[in-house]
């Protein structure tokens, strides 16, 4: 990827025409880093677009001595890891209907009968049968 500064220049400019080449001459190196992140090809081609508006929109905010493909990456990166934790915390967070699953789903503990008919007298006679020691 070689960008040069005069297709910056027009691109700040809000010339269409310097953005789709400028779209055109990073598109591969940005999608490789979005498909580190996306293995699904939609999703990634999604959060390039994303990383392609916002460095578009903030061309005017580089500085000039951090180099073009630098700071291009560094946008691409933190835009898909700010998209992959808006899915992953969409997915973590159980929704009412999971919830209301789960309780249905849930079994009804049964007791062992010998345990509901027995009293207490029943239990200290028991005890009384254990050996010495444990008692």
Request: net charge neutral; glycine share 2%.
């Amino acid at each position: 990827m070689n960008v040069s500064e005069d297709l910056i220049k027009r691109c700040k400019k809000e010339d269409r025409r310097a953005q789709f080449e400028l779209y055109k001459e990073c598109y591969g190196s940005m999608m490789s880093i979005c498909l580190r992140y996306h293995s699904n090809n939609d999703d990634a081609k999604n959060v390039l677009n994303q990383a392609f508006f916002k460095v578009c929109t903030n061309l005017d905010q580089r500085k000039q001595e951090v180099p073009f493909e630098q700071w291009l990456k560094r946008i691409t990166i933190n835009t898909c890891i700010d998209e992959y934790r808006k899915t992953r915390s969409k997915l973590d967070r159980p929704t009412n209907e999971d919830f209301n699953e789960r309780i249905w789903d849930m079994k009804v503990n049964e007791y062992n009968t010998g345990e509901q008919e027995m009293n207490a007298e029943s239990l200290r006679e028991l005890i009384r049968c254990l050996p010495p020691i444990s008692q």
